[in-house]
C-alpha cells in the first residue's frame, strides 16, 4: 500500500504562486498514476492534474492549463503541482491520489489519499 502525504498549501494574494507537494512511501510507486484533485467549500471534489511515473504525460483539466504545471522526482518519490496566477477560483482544499490508471473521478481512485492541504487565493 502507498501512502500519500501533501504539504505547500497556504495563503497567496490572487496572481500569486504556489507549490504543492504530494511524498509517497510504502510499496514501489513505479506503476502508480499520481492525481490532484481539489475541493472546495460545498463543492464536490474535482479532478486538477495527474501525471504517470512511467510516461510522465501530463493531464490537465481546462481550467488550469497554462497555468499548473504537475512533474515528478522519481529520487524523492514525490510529485509536485507548480501554480501560477492563482485566481480566486482556485481556493479549495488539494488532494494527491495513486491510482494505478488515469482516473478523472474522485470516486474512481482506489489505490490511496493524502490528507489535503489547504490553498486559499485571496481577491
Known amino acids: 500500500q502507498v501512502q500519500l502525504v501533501e504539504s505547500g498549501g497556504g495563503l497567496v494574494q490572487a496572481g500569486g504562486s504556489l507549490r504543492l507537494s504530494c511524498k509517497a512511501s510504502?510499496?514501489?510507486?513505479?506503476?502508480?498514476?499520481i492525481h490532484w484533485f481539489r475541493q472546495g467549500l460545498g463543492k464536490e471534489r474535482e479532478f486538477v492534474a495527474a501525471?504517470?511515473?512511467?510516461?510522465?504525460?501530463?493531464t490537465y483539466t481546462d481550467s488550469v492549463k497554462g497555468r499548473f504545471t504537475i512533474s515528478r522526482e522519481n529520487a524523492e518519490n514525490t510529485v509536485y503541482l507548480q501554480m501560477n496566477n492563482l485566481k480566486p477560483e482556485d481556493t479549495a482544499v488539494y488532494y494527491c491520489?495513486?491510482?494505478?490508471?488515469?482516473?478523472?473521478?474522485?470516486?474512481?481512485?482506489?489505490?490511496?489519499w493524502g490528507q489535503g492541504t489547504q490553498v486559499t487565493v485571496a481577491s
Open positions: 501525471i504517470s511515473w512511467v510516461a510522465k504525460m501530463p
Open positions: 510504502g510499496r514501489t510507486f513505479s506503476s502508480y498514476t
Open positions: 491520489a495513486a491510482d494505478r490508471g488515469l482516473k478523472f473521478y474522485a470516486d474512481m481512485i482506489t489505490d490511496a
